[in-house]
């Protein structure tokens, strides 16, 4: 959404001359119809001990949107806006964020969500946001798709979830987009038990949702099931939207690093409205196989100091063998850097000879496993296998999803609350935490047949390299 250039230039003049606050109530008290915001602020300070941030934030900002203040001039109400706004949230906000609150319903929401991704924060002021506000109402129970961000590849949704009725009652069923009556399939969310949604103290709940990727699709409604009290109920709300047509920044790279013997190449940077990737490949002759947490340290930094992250823990996705991408935190599309460096920081590998572990089921017993194995108390009763992996603050728990008998059979290991899409031979599995320093690791043997011994691969696993290298990007 645009501002004005003179209202722009007034805004900026007064925000130069502000003070800044010492606190929210000395903000709110020298406001102009003082009784009437004082009446606002009690009811406020009297909650605002047991609200999380971002619901804060958007009951404060909701607050001032439905004040009558007639007699206020639009500049006021923006100013006002973007002082509550950040005081609230501890962000920078601009007028342009502040108007578009301003203007558009249930937009404080929105400012909740992305608060702390500046790419999707940029992505609004760039007048990106692309308001839906449609809602379907079922037993007492609003689905309201809040509105999205999109470019040509993918979008960002963002939804909200409303109630008039006990809430613990209502759990996920499933969520997701569909083109005519072709699911999205890639980001198809779903749950064989219902899976409790956290509401607010106002028995709403707002999240969002990324579609990475959208391969030639175009979705035209949102598919919401709910289980409600005995019942599940089906949500769907249509919505049109445009495709911003704007083509990826490519920052080419093309430089290869070695780290402590290991050949990197950083093929270069993708960079769009809504997402940063950084494209690496591995040198298929290096002696260690990269993990799925390999590169959660990287981060590339600008010549103003500004950095951007890694995702931590969600950002690896291999294209195919020894190639992978790796989303940042936020976007960059919408800034100008001059220079761009990029670190590793510490990297998860471990030697390929030790990435996997083999068991025989009826020796009971591991017959390969890492050397500083991490693995043990095997057991194999009562057509179940368990064994015992020890974890630490360090790192997160190593999971398998597969497993592969002697003879190639892959076996997919399906948890809790998961569904497996088109898998034919699969066994169920769980994780249980023992103390804090260990989980137990359970699955069940397959009905079908199977040889020994099975081969689990080691996707995640408290070994690095330490060696911290940067380069050059731009």
């Not at 839906?132 to 509105?147: E, R």
């Not at 047949?449 to 060696?467: H, Q, T, V």
Request: hydrophobic share 40%; aromatic share 10%; charged share 30%.
């Amino acid at each position: 959404m645009k501002i004005d250039e003179t209202i722009k230039k007034e805004i900026n003049e007064v925000m130069d001359s502000i003070k800044a606050p010492s606190s929210l109530y000395e903000f709110v008290k020298n406001i102009k119809e003082e009784s009437e915001i004082r009446s606002d602020l009690e009811k406020l300070k009297a909650r605002k001990n047991s609200w999380r941030k971002n619901q804060f934030a958007a009951t404060v900002v909701d607050a001032v949107k439905k004040r009558n203040l007639r007699k206020r001039s639009t500049i006021s109400i923006i100013i006002a806006a973007i002082l509550l706004i950040s005081f609230a949230t501890s962000i920078r906000v601009s007028p342009v964020i502040a108007k578009t609150v301003a203007s558009i319903p249930g937009m404080e929401r929105i400012v909740a969500l992305i608060q702390d991704d500046r790419g999707l924060i940029a992505a609004v002021e760039n007048d990106f946001y692309q308001p839906i506000n449609q809602s379907q109402t079922i037993n007492g129970v609003t689905v309201t798709l809040d509105g999205l961000i999109a470019d040509k590849k993918g979008m960002v949704i963002f939804y909200s979830i409303s109630s008039d009725r006990f809430s613990e009652n209502i759990g996920w069923k499933h969520i997701h987009l569909r083109e005519g009556f072709k699911k999205i399939g890639s980001e198809y969310k779903s749950f064989t038990q219902p899976f409790p949604i956290k509401f607010n103290q106002e028995n709403v709940f707002s999240s969002s949702m990324d579609i990475e990727y959208l391969r030639g699709e175009t979705p035209d409604s949102f598919v919401v099931a709910l289980q409600i009290g005995d019942k599940v109920e089906h949500f769907k709300i249509p919505f049109t939207y445009e495709k911003k047509n704007v083509d990826s920044k490519i920052v080419e790279v093309n430089k290869v690093v070695t780290i402590e013997g290991q050949r990197i190449t950083v093929k270069d940077i993708v960079i769009d409205p809504i997402r940063t990737i950084v494209r690496l490949e591995a040198d298929p002759n290096n002696t260690k196989k990269f993990l799925l947490n390999s590169f959660d340290e990287l981060k590339i930094v600008d010549d103003q100091g500004e950095v951007w992250e890694a995702e931590n823990g969600i950002s690896l996705q291999y294209s195919s063998e020894g190639k992978f991408e790796l989303t940042l935190k936020d976007s960059l599309y919408f800034y100008e850097p001059k220079e761009l460096t990029l670190s590793f920081g510490k990297i998860a590998a471990i030697d390929k000879d030790e990435a996997y572990i083999l068991i025989d089921t009826e020796a009971k017993k591991f017959i390969k496993e890492p050397s500083n194995s991490i693995f043990s108390n095997l057991k194999a009763e009562n057509g179940k296998v368990s064994f015992s992996i020890n974890v630490n603050e360090n790192y997160d728990t190593v999971a398998f999803n597969q497993f592969i008998d002697v003879n190639g059979k892959e076996f997919s290991i399906k948890y809790f609350k998961t569904q497996l899409m088109g898998k034919s031979n699969f066994v169920n599995g769980s994780i249980t935490k023992l103390s804090d320093d260990e989980v137990k690791f359970e699955f069940e043997l397959p009905w079908q047949s199977y040889g020994n011994p099975i081969r689990f691969e080691i996707d995640a696993y408290p070994s690095w390299i330490e060696e911290d290298v940067e380069i050059k990007i731009k």
